[in-house]
């Protein structure tokens, strides 16, 4: 079964830490693009960060930049997000999110969330 499990959130104060892990199952972060997403009450979900290990790039929103890494473990199939100097705008259910194309098709997973909470 394909599964993508993200832990780590929590309650913090304003300019406090968290680092949020995805771990997969089912297949290999490797061939993927990984990427995540967030979404406070009423709002859309938006891209925060990503990572493409066949391109050796990674990407962040202007809104975190600075302030947030992304990086994976290979060995552990598990993608980290860490974030420094929280805001309060930075709650918000944070999501991971594989991509990857082939064939012409294009296999998309999502994990359930876990909710991010700073506190002013």
């Known amino acids: 079964e394909v599964q993508l499990v993200e832990s780590g959130g929590g309650l913090v104060q304003a300019g406090g830490s968290l680092r949020l892990s995805c771990a997969a199952s089912?297949?290999?972060?490797?061939?993927?693009?990984i990427g995540w997403f967030r979404q406070a009450p009423g709002n859309e979900r938006e891209g925060v960060s990503s990572i493409s290990k066949s391109v050796g790039s990674t990407d962040y929103a202007d809104s975190v930049k600075g302030r947030f890494t992304i990086s994976s473990d290979n060995a552990k199939n598990t993608v980290y997000l860490q974030m420094n100097s929280l805001k309060p705008e930075d709650t918000a259910v944070y999501y991971c999110n594989a991509e990857k194309t082939s064939w012409g098709k294009t296999r998309v997973y999502w994990g359930r969330g876990t909710q991010v909470t700073v506190s002013s």
């Open positions: 089912g297949f290999t972060f490797d061939d993927y693009a």
